[in-house]
C-alpha cells in the first residue's frame, strides 16, 4: 500500500517505511544511538530526497528519543544532571556546526565531507570500542582477575568545575561533558544527525558513565538536539516531512520497546561488542563506496522553480 | 500490474465523452483542422497517489499525424560529475542548466522521424534531445553536451522524460486519442499540453491545453503550512512527535 509524502513529493510503501522505523527504532532501544546515521541513508535509499530525508529523521528520533528515555526513566536509568550538562555543549556546538555547514556548502564538497567525517569518526571509534569489548570479554572469561578499577585518574581529573552526578556515580569536571557535548554538537550539525553513536561511546571511556545509565542519558540529549534540528530545518530549508516522520515513529517505537527489552538481557560487555560490530561495518561500507567506482558518474540536484 | 480503480473509471468516463465529441463532430464544424482536449484538467495528489493517467482526444479535419508533447514548469538543475581524485570519488565538475522542463513527455502516431523533418521537430522543439537547455555555467559546449546527455538519461530513468509514452491512436481518419501517464513522482505545476497536426513533415496546426497538477486535501493542508508558517510547522512537528512518542510508552507501562 502506498503513501503519498506531501513534502518528499514521492509515493512509497508505507510497510516499507514502518519496517524501516521498526528495524532502526530496535537499534535505538538496544544501545541508545539515534540510529540516524542508518536512517537517513536507508532513505535517501528507497527514494526520499537527501535533504527531506536528513530533516524527516531529525523529526522521527524526537520521537523516538522520548519514547526511549521515558522507558529507561521508569528503570531509572536516565541521569538527568549529566543529560542537561551535555545538552548545553551540544546546542552551543550545533551553533558553529551550522555555520561550518553553510561554508563547506558554498564550496560544494559537502557531501565528501560527510562521507570522510563518517568514516573516520565511525571506523576510529568501532574499532577501539571493537578491541577494548574483545578484551573485556576474554576477561570475564579467566578467573581470579581482579574487578576493573572505576576510572583512572588522568589530567581530566584536575579540571575545575567539579559536580556530582549521582546516578552515574561521578564526582568529575562539568567542563568534561560540556566539551563533550560541543564537539558532538559540531558534528551533529555537519552530518545531521542525533550524534548517539558518538556520545555512547564518549560516555563510557571518556566520563567513564556506568553502561546502564548511557542509553537513557544519551536519548534525553538526541531528543533536544534532534528537535533543535527540526525546527531550524523547517524553518529555513521546509524540508520536514511530518508525515513520513510519523510513519516511521509508529514502526520506531514498536522497535524501540522490543529493542529495550532485548538490551536488558544483554551484558554491557556484549552490547558495546555489537554496537562496535554494526559501527564498524558501517564504516567499512561508507570506505568501500567512495573508492569504488560509481555506477553513474554524473548527479542531479534540483532546484526548486 | 495492480489494478487501479481510478483510472479505469476515468477512461470509461473519457470513451462517453468521446462518444458525445465524436457525434458532435460529424456536425459541420470543419473550420478548425484540429480539435483537442483532456478528459480533465486538474491531477491531484492525494494521500495515496499512485500516479494518474490522463485521456487527451480530439479530432482532425482530414488525414495527417498527431503529435502530442507535454512539458512541466521549468525548474534550475544542476549536474555534477564524479572524478578519482586521491583513490576517492569526489565531485569535480558541475553544470547548471536553467530552465529544464520538471516533466517532458512526447507520443506521436507514428514514429516522430517518419512523420516530421528533423528541422520542423528542431523548431518546434519535439523531442527530448530537441529540447532548448541553457547552461548557465560557462564551460567548453563538448562539455556541456556530455553533461546534457547525463541529464537526459538520469530523467529519463527517473521516468520524468519519456518519449512516446503511450501511442496516439487513431480511430477512423479524424478522432484519436492518447493516455498521457504521471509517475507518482510527477513534479506539482501548471503543465502546457502541446498538441500537433502534421502533414507531410511539417506542422500545419497545434493547439495548447493546460493542465494542473496539484496537491488536495490533507497533503496540501501540510504543504501550505510547511511553506506559510515554517517555524509554527517545526514546533508542531516537533511536538506531535513527543505526544506520539509518549503514548506509544503508555501501554507498556509496568512492563
Keep these: ?305 | 500490474m495492480t489494478a487501479r480503480p481510478g483510472v479505469s473509471s476515468d477512461q470509461l468516463g473519457s470513451f462517453a465523452v468521446l462518444l458525445v465529441f465524436s457525434l458532435l463532430c460529424w456536425a459541420p464544424a470543419r473550420a478548425e483542422e484540429l480539435v483537442a482536449d483532456l478528459t480533465s484538467h486538474l491531477i491531484a495528489i492525494t494521500t495515496g497517489f499512485t500516479g494518474a493517467s490522463v485521456v487527451l482526444f480530439g479530432a482532425v479535419d482530414g488525414p495527417g499525424d498527431v503529435i502530442v508533447a507535454v512539458r512541466g514548469p521549468d525548474r534550475e538543475m544542476t549536474v555534477r560529475r564524479k572524478s578519482r581524485v586521491a583513490g576517492i570519488w569526489v565531485n569535480t565538475q558541475e553544470v547548471t542548466f536553467a530552465n529544464v522542463p520538471s516533466f517532458y513527455a512526447i507520443a506521436a502516431s507514428r514514429p516522430m522521424l517518419d512523420i516530421l523533418s528533423p528541422a520542423a521537430a528542431a523548431f518546434y522543439r519535439l523531442g527530448i534531445s530537441n529540447l532548448k537547455l541553457a547552461a548557465s555555467t560557462p564551460a567548453p559546449s563538448v562539455v556541456v553536451d556530455a553533461f546534457r546527455t547525463a541529464l537526459e538519461r538520469t530523467q529519463q530513468q527517473a521516468g520524468l522524460f519519456v518519449e512516446r509514452l503511450g501511442k496516439v491512436d487513431f480511430l477512423g481518419e479524424r478522432l484519436f486519442r492518447t493516455t498521457i501517464m504521471f509517475p507518482s513522482n510527477v513534479p506539482t505545476g501548471t503543465y502546457l499540453v502541446e498538441v500537433f497536426l502534421v502533414r507531410d513533415k511539417d506542422v500545419v496546426s497545434g493547439q495548447t491545453t493546460p493542465l494542473v497538477v496539484s496537491k488536495v486535501g490533507v497533503d496540501a493542508s501540510v504543504f501550505d503550512f510547511a511553506t506559510r508558517q515554517p517555524g509554527f510547522y517545526g514546533a508542531i512537528a516537533v511536538l506531535t512527535a513527543i505526544v506520539a512518542g509518549w503514548l506509544a510508552s503508555l501501554p507498556f507501562r509496568g512492563a
Design chain 1, 1 to 305: 500500500m502506498d503513501i503519498y509524502l506531501p513534502i518528499a513529493e514521492v509515493s512509497l510503501d508505507i510497510f516499507v517505511l514502518l519496517g524501516l522505523g521498526a528495524a532502526v527504532g530496535f537499534l535505538s532501544g538496544v544501545f541508545g544511538v539515534g540510529g540516524g546515521f542508518l536512517l537517513t541513508p536507508l532513505l535517501i535509499f528507497i527514494g526520499v530526497p537527501p535533504t527531506v530525508a536528513v530533516a524527516s529523521s531529525a523529526n522521527q528520533l524526537v520521537g523516538a528519543s522520548v519514547s526511549g528515555v521515558l522507558a529507561h526513566w521508569r528503570r531509572g536509568n536516565v541521569d538527568f544532571k549529566m543529560g542537561y550538562v551535555l545538552l548545553v555543549g551540544g546546542l552551543l556546538g550545533s551553533l558553529l556546526g551550522v555555520w561550518i555547514f553553510t561554508l563547506l556548502k558554498r564550496l560544494g564538497q559537502i557531501e565528501l565531507t560527510i562521507s570522510i567525517c563518517y568514516v573516520l569518526l565511525l571506523g576510529g571509534l568501532g574499532g577501539l570500542m571493537m578491541i577494548e569489548s574483545i578484551r573485556a570479554l576474554f576477561r570475564l572469561h579467566r578467573p581470579g582477575v581482579s574487578r576493573r578499577r572505576l576510572h583512572q585518574h588522568t589530567w581530566m581529573h584536575g579540571l575545575p568545575l567539579k559536580a556530582r552526578f549521582r546516578r552515574s556515580r561521578l564526582y568529575i569536571s562539568a567542563l568534561l561533558p560540556v566539551g563533550i557535548g560541543f564537539v558532538i554538537g559540531v558534528l551533529s550539525a555537519i552530518l545531521g544527525i542525533g550524534g548517539g553513536f558518538i556520545m555512547v561511546p564518549a560516555m563510557i571511556y571518556m566520563l567513564g558513565m556506568p553502561t546502564s545509565v548511557v542509553p537513557g542519558t544519551s536519548l534525553l540529549q538526541i531528543i533536544f538536539v534532534a528537535a533543535n534540528v527540526t525546527v531550524l530545518q523547517a524553518y529555513t530549508n521546509h524540508t520536514v516531512d511530518a508525515v513520513l516522520a510519523l510513519v516511521l515513529l509508529v514502526g520506531g517505537v514498536v522497535g524501540a520497546r522490543i529493542g529495550t527489552r532485548f538490551g536488558m538481557r544483554l551484558r554491557g560487555e556484549q552490547l558495546r561488542l555489537l554496537l562496535a560490530l554494526i559501527v564498524v561495518a558501517v564504516a567499512a561500507k561508507l570506505a568501500f563506496d567512495m573508492t569504488v567506482r560509481p555506477a553513474d558518474l554524473y548527479s542531479i540536484a534540483s532546484e526548486k522553480g
